[in-house]
């Protein structure tokens, strides 16, 4: 799994109007197939989407983008293989629900399927830009 860092944090415009500006914290693309040693793209998917439901049931801040397209092609047994390689980021926010009166930022884990060829930057800013942070992102207050 590759890590992308850099020494300024991207930020991005999150919602229809562009209201919340989120920051990435974290970024990381790997190899969706690295370890398998034999299958077929439908079996992928099934262990896949297996995976990322799990993932989602500890941790219901997590957007999988153009889940129900993966889990629609498992029904439809779909043979052809997702893009190779799955990459996970972490963005915050400085933006609060209106009814928290703590000090704290939100947080939001998107994760999606990508080419190699793909810029996960842009793929990122394109996935998070039409999302609703307020349902999604999950309030985490400072701690002392």
Known sequence: MTRMSDDRLRGYQ???DGAVRAELRA???GDDREGMLEGTPHLHRRFRLQAVEKAMATNPHLYVHDLEKIRADVAERSEEWLP???AHARLTSWWTPGDVAEPGHTEL???WFQTAADDPFARLDAI???LDWAALARFVPWED
């Open 84 to 86: 190779r390689e799955a």
């Open 27 to 29: 970024l990381s693309v």
């Open 109 to 111: 884990t998107v994760m």
């Open 128 to 130: 998070v830009r039409p």
């Open 14 to 16: 999150v919602g229809a």
